[in-house]
């Protein structure tokens, strides 16, 4: 790491010189900021320090003109806010220094820092993991580290085009270790990594909390989750007892601005002897923000992003994550709306060259086409049971129909012999379609018999209606084994002789 220690420059005038000279600190009292920002973004925790004042001696703060009541050397803000933008003074021994000037930015940096592995209340020694995401790369951007007075940087490995990059700092001793990183217009938010010697600690997230937002505190013992019951502490009251080493805010109010720890009873693995462990955590305060510039993301068919409290001319960024635990992906998009193309959750941004919003609500989405394929699915199972039905009752149907059906015929009355063709539709070997029964009773013995032994497939479509002389007024009846009376059909003619 290499020692960054920035000296603050302020400009000074004097009788003999007609030019405008910087030089470092100077014997006066003068105010000085720590860590060293750039920029102020609301919600960062920021000291500033009247420098050169005696030990023990009497220190005024004012603030826009206006004297406060502090009379510490410090002045620690610990989340910083709009209300906070002004400037300052302080006096020491009867001196006092230049005006200091800070702008709290209502907004979010341009980068995000979070801690990938590890918790944001560590054993001293011991250290975390953090992730830096910058959605327009990382070209020309380096991380900082701040244990009190001391800045150091830190150095980032990452191959060209990266937005994202993963990087571990050096153990951790102090009690409190703020991160941050920068280019050189722009930022990313503070993480506040704090430390502790004792076994058991009360875990919460390393940014403060935000008013209508929920908070969690989480009571934890080192290398054990056997804890056998929780007391948690707001101050010295107890807020909660129980099994339950969790302690929810549903709903944050500026009254969860306070001093916490929890005392938690628990057994180490393998230890079945003696009486179990109790140990006190150490404090940890909990810091409050207002109600963040948070983009507001619309959907009807499509989605629409926009931040009424923003500024104007802001771009918009959309992301994406499949999965509620997956981290969100960037959507190479910066209009105000987008069309879906895929199911899962959406979230967008506003931004601007050096600050953006904060993400917006979000959002679940489902591609209609699954609602219409679930449509089709539900239809074609309905058929499919349709048709099963109809086939199980038509092959049933068809089981019992009779044998002989009626057929139509066709009369041709062309030529010397008139006669009918019978339309036969599904001959069997052996079978016979028969004729049409209602034939007058006037025509009863005008024909011979068709002769089932005497014919051949195909021999005979017609029958003549010129019968021998000898044989005019008779008939032979149509014979057929285990064929009862009336239970077949005659074929009716015209013109043969006799026939009254």
Request: aromatic share 10%.
């Amino acid at each position: 790491m290499t020692t960054y220690n920035q000296p603050l420059w302020f400009p000074v005038t004097n009788a003999s010189t007609i030019c405008m000279s910087y030089f470092p600190l100077s014997p006066a009292s003068l105010v000085h900021i720590s860590p060293t920002l750039k920029q102020i973004f609301s919600g960062d925790l920021i000291t500033l320090s009247c420098r050169n004042s005696t030990s023990g001696s009497r220190v005024k703060w004012y603030f826009d003109g206006a004297e406060q009541t502090l009379t510490d050397t410090i002045w620690r803000i610990a989340v910083a806010a709009p209300k906070h933008s002004g400037s300052y003074q302080c006096e020491s021994n009867g001196e006092k220094s230049d005006v200091f000037s800070i702008d709290v930015l209502d907004y979010a940096p341009s980068a995000s820092l979070t801690i990938k592995t590890g918790q944001p209340v560590v054993r001293s020694g011991g250290s975390v993991v953090l992730q830096l995401d910058h959605d327009d790369g990382l070209e020309g951007w380096k991380c900082w580290v701040n244990r009190g007075i001391e800045t150091n940087e830190i150095e980032l490995r990452f191959e060209n085009g990266s937005v994202s990059v993963v990087f571990q700092p050096r153990r951790l001793e102090n009690p409190e270790t703020i991160f941050w990183c920068t280019d050189d217009l722009r930022r990313s938010n503070q993480i506040m990594v704090r430390t502790s010697g004792k076994p058991v600690s009360l875990e919460m997230y390393p940014v403060p909390a935000v008013v209508g937002e929920s908070l969690t505190l989480k009571c934890l013992a080192w290398g054990t989750d056997q804890i056998s019951q929780t007391v948690f502490f707001k101050e010295s009251t107890v807020i909660l007892q129980g099994l339950n080493s969790i302690y929810n805010i549903s709903y944050v109010t500026e009254d969860a601005v306070g001093r916490y720890k929890c005392n938690a009873t628990f057994r180490y693995p393998g230890r079945t002897v003696g009486p179990p462990s109790k140990v006190l955590s150490d404090d940890q305060e909990v810091f409050v923000q207002a109600p963040l510039m948070k983009a507001v993301l619309s959907s009807n068919l499509a989605m629409s992003c926009s931040c009424p409290r923003c500024d104007s001319s802001s771009t918009y960024y959309w992301y994406y994550k499949k999965h509620q635990d997956q981290p969100w992906t960037h959507i190479d998009s910066k209009k105000g709306s987008i069309l879906p193309t895929q199911s899962g959750t959406y979230a967008c941004r506003a931004v601007w060259a050096t600050r953006r919003s904060y993400l917006s609500n979000g959002h679940i989405y489902a591609l209609p086409i699954m609602s219409i394929l679930i449509c089709v699915v539900t239809v074609l199972m309905v058929v499919g049971l349709a048709v099963v039905f109809f086939l199980i009752y038509f092959k049933k149907r068809n089981t019992t129909a009779p044998i002989y059906e009626d057929v139509a015929m066709r009369s041709r009355d062309i030529g010397d012999d008139k006669y009918e063709v019978l339309q036969v539709g599904a001959q069997r070997e052996g079978d016979y379609d028969t004729l049409h029964p209602e034939a007058p009773e006037r025509q009863k013995g005008e024909y011979e018999a068709l002769k089932k032994e005497e014919m051949k497939e195909g021999d005979y479509d017609t029958l003549h209606p010129e019968a021998p002389e000898g044989q005019k007024g008779e008939y032979e009846a149509l014979m057929k084994e285990e064929m009862k009376e009336r239970e077949y059909d005659t074929l009716k003619m015209e013109g043969a002789t006799g026939g009254e």
